[in-house]
């Protein structure tokens, strides 16, 4: 999509705006922002207006310059098909990677063969069809120190027609020196109007939307996970089964309820998601029956801290089952089952 069709981002799409009509964009861009709210959506758009072929500076979003930017290879590693719009993310190429003769896994971070063999390659000419070449790093505080320093030099002596979008929800993670070269443009969580619009266009029936937009704390990613974890009610039994372990609060409990949780990342991750909308409708629900106060807050807590877990699980390298242990100890900490339904979850569970 252009950058035109970019909702509830007014601000950042002005000065997007702006500096490509008036063919000022700032060589080194940081995208921040928390997770689902249109960061990734605002660099593409980019790259269509500097891979458009038409006479629109923000990109017709019809021409084959702006579908090829937006279109990805089948085959790995699947990346733009425009020549001019590279991608850079933690095992994009995997396939690729070599440090003398040996393959290069990126289990954790971004390394420094990355920035070698993929940016620094074709940074050194000006883009072959574009009017500028855009290099894309998702989830930039993933670079290793070592790669945060080979791009700083590049950074330091950009050369002309190439352009850095860097995407990040932890602006604070990547190094100091990289934040002091890159121009922050900053994403806000999406308003209510457009989290409505957005579900609309997803398919999620409309009685539905108060709800996901309350859960969803202006992240429409978030808003889409809890919507397909309510579909799917298989939530039930794991609720029941982590809220025991988290009202015994042992590390010999968080450790049998991770055993016998899912085992893949993706059905654990649905199962998370169902427990955040959980927390949230207790938060809610104790707040408007005149419930503890304090024990709404650290419901309402805990959804936010496993929002923030849910964001950065696809990238965690460990087991399921490693993760699922920490947090049940923690979710055990910040005592977000109160005091009185411990016993009760307890029981229900056995």
Do not use: W
């Amino acid at each position: 999509m252009s950058l035109r069709e970019l909702l509830g981002q007014p601000s950042a799409l002005a000065v997007l705006s702006q500096a490509l009509q008036k063919g000022e964009l700032h060589h080194a861009l940081r995208f921040e922002g928390p997770p689902g709210v249109g960061k990734e959506l605002a660099a593409f758009g980019v790259a269509m207006a500097s891979a458009c072929t038409s006479d629109d500076p923000l990109g017709c979003g019809h021409c084959e310059g702006c579908r090829r930017a937006v279109t990805f290879a089948e085959g790995p590693p699947s990346v733009p098909i425009h020549p001019d719009i590279v991608l850079i993310e933690r095992g994009r190429y995997a396939d690729l990677l070599r440090d003398g003769g040996r393959k290069i896994e990126e289990r954790t971070e971004i390394s420094i063969q990355q920035v070698r063999q993929i940016i620094q390659p074709q940074v050194t000419y000006s883009a072959s069809e574009a009017k500028r070449r855009i290099f894309i790093i998702r989830r930039a505080e993933e670079m290793s120190i070592g790669a945060a320093n080979a791009l700083l030099k590049t950074l330091e002596e950009p050369r002309p027609g190439n352009h850095f979008i860097l995407l990040t929800s932890r602006p604070d993670s990547l190094l100091p020196t990289i934040r002091s070269r890159t121009m922050p443009i900053r994403f806000a969580p999406l308003p209510g109007s457009v989290m409505r619009t957005l579900l609309t266009k997803n398919g999620v029936e409309e009685s539905r939307h108060d709800e996901l937009v309350d859960l969803a704390q202006g992240s429409i990613e978030a808003a889409l996970e809890l919507a397909g974890a309510e579909s799917a009610g298989e939530k039930s039994t794991f609720v029941k089964a982590i809220e025991k372990a988290i009202c015994i609060g042992t590390p010999g409990a968080a450790t049998q309820f991770a055993e016998s949780a899912p085992s893949d990342r993706h059905n654990c991750r649905q199962a998370l998601i169902g427990y955040a909308a959980h927390l949230a409708r207790r938060s809610r629900s104790l707040l408007q029956n005149g419930g503890n106060p304090e024990d709404a807050r650290r419901a309402a807590e805990g959804y936010s801290h496993l929002l923030r877990v849910l964001a950065d699980m696809e990238e965690f390298n460990g087991s399921p089952a490693m993760q699922l242990g920490a947090l049940v100890l923690e979710l055990a900490e910040r005592g977000v089952v109160p005091p009185e339904e411990r016993a009760a979850a307890v029981g229900r569970a056995r």
